[in-house]
Each structure stands twice: as structure tokens, then as C-alpha cells.
């Protein structure tokens, strides 16, 4: 899991990652990482990330109604998706039925 800050909008391991991986929190990450941070800052204006962490805590605290919708939605989405799996399936398994010349 992942934790960030508002300051310098870094993002890093939490502290449970770190402790498990043996690394020092207070190292300063790797090359790699300081420049994909320097390019995300400059890309992503931070009122616009402090804004998304806002609304992200904000949904949190609502009740479940908007939860249960995302999961129905879900649901409804997998199901369609099945169905249309299937009937693609039977269609193929119906051409190739008819198309097949020696019927066992």
C-alpha cells in the first residue's frame, strides 16, 4: 500500500511495506523514481491531486448507496459481458455444426 503526502506530492511504500522489505524510510528513493516524481509534478498541479484526495476521503465517508451502485453496475457489466460471450460462443459452435460436411 501506497502513501502520499501533500507536500511534494510524493507517493512511497507504506511504512508496514518498508518494515517488511528492510528498507530505511528516510532514504531518499531511487534516481528512477525521483524523476518520474519531478515529471508527475510538473504534469499534475497539486490543488488538483489535494482536490482529488478531498473527494476520494469525502466518497469514503458517505454511506454505502454509492458502493452498492458501483457494485450492481459491476454486476450488470460482468452479466452482459457473459452473455455475449455465450451467444458468440453458440454462434461459432452453430457455423461450425453447419459447416461441417461428415455429421457424426
Known sequence: ???ATAKGMRIRPSIEALAMADVDQDAPPPEHLRAFEAFIETVVPLD?????????S???RRPGHRREDDVKERLELWAKAVAAKARRQYIIKHDN???CVHRV
Open 58 to 60: 469525502a466518497k469514503a
Open 97 to 99: 455444426e453447419n459447416a
Open 1 to 3: 500500500m501506497a502513501t
Open 48 to 56: 488538483k491531486v489535494l482536490a482529488f484526495e478531498r473527494e476520494q
